[in-house]
T-cell receptor, first 108, second 115 residues
């Protein structure tokens, strides 16, 4: 079967750095994506890794290790507006599997 | 605004009734996806279209669910004989094959409540 594991909740203070891990087990793998979803909103794309290594986009970075079936999302200089749920998602050819999400609480 | 749109935004129905949702993707996008999301969970893949062809369908989709994308533009998702367990947010997303980041753009969703 397919499974994606990520922590259910993380709390951090404004200005800090937080890392959200994702381990996956899928029959096929074409890439790992990260999405942000605020309460009541739609998921929005943050980053994508198809190959091993680090991808940086502003305050957000994402890392992938295909040999370890592992990735993480790194959020730097946390802001209150970063309080949201974060989902990792694996593409398996034409299917996409999402984790159950990590709720990030940013405190002042 | 040229983002993904979904209609209706909310639907309340009685158990056993049929419902149909519509999704209008971003105009230049040829890929379209349907997901279901329940509270506290991630989106659950339902089906995928490339142009008008339905290339993938989750086995989670029972015979009561069907999706179409007749002209490769908008798509509809129909649920027949609704059950209380069908209550969820139904999300549509679109993307295009020319991208290298697999970015999916999500619509606001249709919230279904089955009484």
């Amino acid at each position: 079967g397919q499974s994606l594991e990520q922590p259910s909740e993380v709390t951090a203070v404004e200005g800090a750095i937080v890392q959200i891990n994702c381990t996956y087990q899928t029959s096929g793998f074409y890439g790992l994506s990260w999405y942000q979803q605020h309460d009541g909103g739609a998921p929005t794309f943050l980053s994508y890794n198809a190959l091993d290594g680090l991808e940086e986009t502003g305050r957000f970075s994402s890392f992938l290790s295909r040999s370890d079936s592992y990735g993480y999302l790194l959020l730097q200089e946390l802001q209150m507006k970063d309080s949201a749920s974060y989902f990792c998602a694996v593409r398996d050819l034409n299917k996409f599997y999402f984790g159950s999400g990590t709720k990030l609480n940013v405190k002042p | 605004d040229t983002g993904v749109s979904q209609d209706p935004r909310h639907k309340i129905t009685k158990r056993g009734q049929n419902v149909t949702f519509r999704c209008d993707p971003i105009s230049e996008h040829n890929r379209l996806y349907w997901y279901r999301q329940t509270l506290g969970q991630g989106p659950e893949f339902l089906t995928y279209f490339q142009n008008e062809a339905q290339l993938e369908k989750s086995r989670l989709l029972s015979d009561r669910f069907s999706a179409e994308r007749p002209k490769g533009s908008f798509s509809t998702l129909e649920i027949q004989r609704t059950e209380q367990g069908d209550s969820a947010m139904y999300l549509c997303a679109s993307s295009w094959t020319g991208g290298d980041t697999d970015t999916q753009y999500f619509g606001p969703g249709t919230r279904l409540t089955v009484l």
